[in-house]
């Protein structure tokens, strides 16, 4: 699998809002395949308010030579956009990769996702919002569903209510606005869906995450379970947040994710 080649394009454009071009990184692989190749979003983490595509370079090439297609996608911050800017960013790199399937050779119905931290959360609300979100809120690929056919979230927020306290900064605050309330807080928070029916889901945390507490992820984890919803979980002893910085906890990762995405995507 190391050794299967792929092509990777830089700042590939996906749309352009709010005066920003979104921009992504592509992995494809070159090898033929029947019926089109699955593909996955990519969305990396940075508080809703920082990071590039280029983090989630080691589960692009991963995806890649596994088969996958990928966009490692950009989404507007909170520093210029406020919620749900971000989750309609999102969406439209689903939408993206949807109606370029005859391009890029993608099974237009083997498309899934991924994210770290607050990108494990947009995974996790795209997924939510399925097809939900308005007409206004596709102005790219409108005609193309956000329908994924799997998920994974590493270390994501689930509950946005308590995480500033946490935290002692104003994160959410800044994601979401200084007015907003109790309900938006849930209406924005992967937890208050978990209950609906979800597809094959993957969720991996460090037990000592002290910046989105592994309680998020376990609460996911028995509301998804709860509901009759597939759903894998991957805990790490002792691991902090980010935990798959250090390169060798990525590859393990990497493989977490790829052999997940190969047996439901």
Wanted: a negative charge; proline letters at 5%.
């Amino acid at each position: 699998m190391d050794k299967a080649p792929i092509e990777i394009r830089e700042c590939v454009v996906a749309a352009s809002v709010g005066g920003r071009r979104l921009q992504g990184d592509l992995y494809l692989p070159q090898r033929a395949v029947e019926n089109g190749h699955p593909a996955v979003v990519l969305v990396y983490g940075g508080s809703w308010r920082s990071g590039e595509p280029s983090q989630q370079k080691v589960y692009g090439l991963a995806l890649a030579k596994a088969g996958f297609v990928c966009l490692a996608t950009e989404h507007r911050f909170s520093t210029a956009a406020q919620w749900p800017a971000q989750l309609e960013d999102v969406a439209t790199a689903v939408r993206w990769l949807r109606a370029h399937a005859k391009a890029f050779d993608i099974d237009s119905e083997r498309i899934a996702i991924s994210g770290n931290s607050s990108g494990g959360h947009l995974a996790l609300m795209v997924t939510a919002a399925a097809e939900s979100l308005s007409s206004a809120q596709q102005e790219y690929w409108g005609e193309f569903s956000n329908r994924v056919s799997a998920v994974c979230a590493f270390y994501p927020p689930t509950q946005l209510s308590p995480l500033d306290a946490v935290n002692g900064d104003d994160t959410v605050r800044c994601l979401l606005g200084a007015e907003a309330t109790a309900a938006d807080h849930d209406a924005a928070s992967p937890l208050s869906f978990a209950s609906q029916p979800w597809p094959p889901t993957l969720l991996l945390s460090g037990t000592a995450d002290d910046r989105v507490p592994v309680e998020q992820t376990y609460q996911m984890h028995k509301a998804l379970e709860a509901a009759g919803n597939t759903v894998e979980l991957h805990t790490f002893a002792g691991q902090g947040h980010a935990f798959d910085g250090d390169r060798e906890m990525a590859r393990v990762c990497a493989a977490i994710l790829v052999n997940f995405f190969q047996r439901y995507v």
